[in-house]
């Protein structure tokens, strides 16, 4: 479990650091830190990976727990951290779909200022907690209001889970499906823990107490992980197109530049690159410029690139004549 | 800009009434528009049949793509054996003339004069195209072409995005 807790840990920490170096050193702060779409998925990483650190990888729980107050407020911490980071991790996914969000965004605002208060109440309905002890619910669980507190937290992580897989099931980026085996695992973990939750009063389960809480960890960790691995490879897919758009970017404005043919001012990343192609594809045709067998490669895959990447959008089919009447297409 | 500061020396602003429109146009197409989605918008907005012949017929040397308009009729001829890439900027091109309401490419006409092309039921017969001589000495410069290619480019902008932009953006770190 503890390996588990730590590979969740790196790869939320990871991301976060990723975007806080995108941050930094690409520029635009000001813009990056009011739009939505950086800053919100940004934060859900940087409050996972603290929720993750009051698991006592780093530095125990105890010196954690301590200037708190070392009455186990860790725990109440620890907690509203994750389904913090859930949320806003699940706000995220519901916006991608949405054109104006506003109003759902404050209804969500509520909805989380809500599920935290429930957890707070819920958690001081205990007045005598203890000293400071990693398995403060499983051992507490019998008493009425711990149980409630471990309850209210563990249906709301199930909700917000729920919410993410909502806003990623339709998606269509391959990445999705570590999303949605993710969020299936941190939902399975969910219920194994309400489980365990509702053994602990009903008679005749006696048999299956702590066996669900067993199960808890090896299912969530894993589940974490993988949903982070998709913001890893997400932002992988897009470094990798961007760094051979710079390639052929690069290379062709130089034999533009090589034959005086003009090259692209402010065009965008494919813009510029399909305007390039075009460029040296016409004067090339237009017999004006030579190009070496080297040159035409270079042409070729360029040409080939933008192709497999937009092939989407520029696919004109098999048939030698495309019909498109007003009404209807062919 | 360059258009615009070309228009203001000549006098004539007119040139970039077009310019704006299409792009205006363009931009009211949704996010992850194809080629063939903007295609029927634009035969939907002009009330026109599009055809786009991919045959090359009537299309020899460095002309690469060609616009010829009938009464509620556009023909737009590409080579197939070009590039995808560049086929799909040749009707941009053309696109680009539709949009600004050009009835085809300027300096490019028959060898022999005939009408460049002619339609029989459903038989297409294109005449030999070449860049005219006479006019061709214009073309570079010509305010029709340069409105078109403008229109192309900001059509291209438009559709040239990563299929799972948005995604990649907000997961992945923009």
Known sequence: VRGLQYVALLALTSVFLYRFGILVLRGDTKRRLVEREFLVPWLACGIGSLAMLTQGEIWSQRALDAPLGGTNILKLVQDVLTVTAFALGAWTALDLDEQRPTRRRTRRGILLVIFVAALVLTFFLTGDRGPTNYFYVEQNQGRPTVWIFAVTYILELAGVTGILLIGVWRRKAWPYWLFRIGGILVLVACLLELIDLVATFAPGLEAIRGGGRALFDPTFYPGVALIVAALGVFAAVKWCREHRISHYVDRLGTLCQKHALPTVTGAGRFGSLAQLTITVRDSYLAGSTPLTESDLKLLHDAEQFIEFELSHLIDLGETPTIIIEPERTQ | ?174
């Open chain 2, 1 to 174: 800009v360059e258009v615009e500061s070309r228009a203001r020396a000549n006098g004539d602003l007119t040139a970039i009434d077009p310019i704006v429109d299409a792009i205006e146009f363009l931009r009211l197409g949704a996010d992850g528009e194809t080629l063939l989605q903007l295609l029927t918008r634009v035969s939907r907005r002009l009330g026109i049949r599009i055809e786009v012949h991919r045959e090359g017929a009537g299309l020899t040397g460095n002309l690469t793509g060609f616009l010829y308009t009938t009464t509620g009729h556009a023909h737009i001829l590409v080579r197939a054996s070009d590039p995808l890439t560049y086929q799909c900027r040749c009707i941009l091109h053309e696109v680009g003339h539709l949009l600004c309401g050009h009835s085809g490419c300027v300096g490019i006409a028959p060898v022999d004069d005939k009408a460049p092309l002619s339609i029989a039921g459903d038989q297409l017969t294109v005449s030999p195209l070449e860049l005219s001589t006479s006019l061709s000495g214009n073309v570079q410069s010509s305010l029709v072409e340069e409105q078109a290619e403008l229109v192309a480019r900001a059509a291209e902008r438009r559709l040239l995005r990563p299929r799972y932009v948005r995604d990649e953006t907000t997961w992945g770190g923009a």
